[in-house]
């Protein structure tokens, strides 16, 4: 349970520390310090090695692997960064979440077990779910994908949320409405096509085609959710 000091549950008090406090205090934490000091690696036979290992083991209830439960991200945002920050926050899941540069170099970690689990784009996720590296659990789009049916969306596990990349043709706002009437005729008739449609699911996208009015109030929309996908995921201005 994540209880702030100012909450209590069945007359329990929240809080980490004596009076309800969640900063540590200044004698626990050099006592911490003191105790950590004097940690040596061993090796098999138990004796002070520098090449032995130093080995954390929790003890606690039945589940208290979710106390130490680690995912992936990768440093730069994107729906996999938001993705895990909605289900990290409506699970509740006191997760630790671990930063990589690129998706790949993720895999290694993931393997094994290092980290728990991870939240990939489609492209990455279903190529490495092909080879066989990984496997895909559940995608952050509101309905299940046509590219991977058999996969069930996280809304319909509980977790709801909508984070669908996509695409579009954009013109200058002047344009005169019958030039971008047949841009978008055009594009619907590519986005028809079985060659395009096979293209698409092959990297795990649907085919979306759309009216400039309807594709127009899309992107408003998904700009007023970044607002709140933002301060969930507590990403900080770039550049």
Sequence with gaps: MDMKSSENYLTF?????ENSSGTVPADHNTAGLAAAAVIQPLDTSGNPSPSGK?????????????????????AAANSGVIMCAIY???????????????????????????????CHDPVFALSQAREGRLRILAVASARRLAAAPDLSSMTELGYPMDLMGWFAAMVPAAT???????????????????????????YGGDP????????QARLLKDIQDWEEYVRIAKLKPQG
């Design 54 to 74: 130093i080995v954390f083991v929790a003890i606690g209830r039945s589940t208290a692997v979710d106390e130490f439960t680690a995912f992936m991200n990768q």
């Design 88 to 118: 990290k926050e409506t699970a509740r899941l006191p997760a630790v979440e671990v930063n990589y540069k690129m998706a790949q170099d993720s895999l290694n970690d993931m393997a094994s077990g290092t980290v728990d689990f991870g």
């Design 13 to 17: 008090q929240g809080g980490l520390y």
């Design 176 to 202: 005169p409405r019958p030039v971008v009437d047949q841009i978008n005729r055009w594009f619907n008739q590519i986005l028809a096509t079985d060659e395009t449609r096979s293209f698409l699911t092959s």
């Design 208 to 215: 979306w085609s759309s009216t400039p009015d309807e594709g």
